[in-house]
Structure formats: C-alpha cells, structure tokens
C-alpha cells in the first residue's frame, strides 16, 4: 500500500512547525512533525489501524491519535492519503472534495 500526504496535511505539518517556532521552542514542532510522519509510516503495513472519525461515521476516513494530534486519512484501494493533521481538540471538517 502506497502512502501519500495530501497538500491540506502539508500545510497542517508546516503550521505545527510556525506554532512552534512562534513559542521560541522550534524543535518541538520539528520533533512532533517527524514523530507524526513517522508513526503515519504503519498505515502501509496496516491501513485499518486507525479508527472512524467519530464526526464522520464513514469506513474509509479514519484517523491515528498522535496524542495530541489527529493525522485523518482516506483509506483507499490501493493507496493512503493523509488529509489533515489536527490538534485533538479541533472538530473535524473536510472540504467536499477530499471525502
């Protein structure tokens, strides 16, 4: 299984990186950045791993916690694509073309 990061999730990663780098303290973001792309590399391997978002309800969107991040997925046919990398406390909206 392929994994992919959609543009959307890029940019969240790079986000997390400014927040970081805004507190005076940029190597926590670069480390929560590669933690989160690390810990993503298991969806290859195990494409069920994560759970349904709950504000969804559908099979084929889920998310890993990577506490205190949600990386939310597409699980596809034949690839993974990470749409969004979220703060926990955030409540989930996709634009109408990524579900």
Not at 42 to 59: C, I, Q, S, T
Not at 75 to 88: G, N
Request: charged content about 30%; overall charge negative; aromatic content about 8%.
């Amino acid at each position: 299984m392929e994994l992919r990061i959609a543009q959307s999730a890029l940019e969240d990663l790079r986000v997390i990186q400014e927040y970081y780098k805004e507190q005076d303290v940029p190597h926590i973001g670069n480390e929560y950045v590669a933690a989160i792309l690390e810990h993503s590399e298991m969806l290859k391997l195990h494409p069920e791993a994560g759970r349904a978002v709950p504000e969804f309800n559908l099979d084929h969107i889920r998310e890993l916690i990577h506490s205190p991040f949600r990386v939310v997925y597409l699980r596809q046919v034949t690839e993974i694509v990470i749409i969004r990398v979220w703060r926990s406390e955030r409540q989930l909206e996709l634009p109408e073309n990524e579900t």
